[in-house]
């Protein structure tokens, strides 16, 4: 009734790869298009991974910032009112 399960790696994991997603002609109509497979001019030159790099930033740089964007919060806040 039960059977071992199968070994190796089943769906294609093994011969993934993004520049085949890149690659494919029908890319726009599924979840394939991806972040991980641009195409295109828009792209060139670009770091389209920015959000997700480290900040060079010191906890002193970091709270002047938090203290300056609440500042500006409270003025447009006072501005609304």
Do not use: C
């Not at 690659?23 to 298009?33: I, P, Q, S, T």
């Amino acid at each position: 009734m039960f059977e071992p399960v199968r070994g190796g790696t089943r769906g294609g994991q093994a011969e993934f790869k993004w520049s085949d997603v890149s690659a494919d002609k029908d890319r726009e109509n599924y979840l394939g298009h991806s972040i991980n497979a641009p195409t295109g001019r828009w792209q060139k030159n670009k770091d389209i991974h920015w959000y997700n790099r480290e900040l060079q930033q010191t906890d002193a740089e970091r709270e002047e910032e938090i203290r300056r964007v609440k500042e500006a919060e409270a003025e447009a806040l006072a501005a609304a009112l």
